[in-house]
Nanobody
Framework: QVQLVESGGGLVQPGGSLRLSCAASGLALDKYAIGWFRRASGQGREGISC???????YYADSVKGRFTISRDSTQTTVYLQMNSLKPEDTAIYYCAAAQGEPVTQYEYEYWGQGTPVTVSS
């Protein structure tokens, strides 16, 4: 059974940092592209970052230069390091897994339950 579990969310002040984790079981992360998405209250789901099987990474303009995605050497966890956080980063953050090279969120097969991030003073 495939399971993705996010952790690391919480409350942080503007300008602060958080590191989110996406722990996988039932699948080998090096065989999948892993994406991070977020959904702010009242808004649609936004794709913000992805790490592909070959290690290439993608970042949305809204987080480029502030967020970093990485995959640990055991291939069981993907991280999203979030720096210089802004109030507009407040959202539920999800990780998801897809085969191949996904372009849209609809190509992701497996999703976690999400972890909330609140950026507020």
């Amino acid at each position: 059974q495939v399971q993705l579990v996010e952790s690391g969310g919480g409350l942080v002040q503007p300008g602060g940092s958080l590191r989110l984790s996406c722990a996988a079981s039932g699948l080998a992360l090096d065989k999948y592209a892993i994406g991070w998405f977020r959904r702010a209250s009242g808004q649609g789901r936004e794709g913000i970052s992805c790490i592909f099987r070959d290690g290439r990474t993608y970042y949305a303009d809204s987080v480029k230069g502030r967020f970093t995605i990485s995959r640990d050497s055991t291939q069981t966890t993907v991280y999203l390091q979030m720096n210089s956080l802004k109030p507009e980063d407040t959202a539920i953050y999800y990780c998801a897994a897809a085969q191949g090279e996904p372009v849209t969120q609809y190509e992701y097969e497996y999703w976690g339950q999400g972890t909330p991030v609140t950026v507020s003073s």
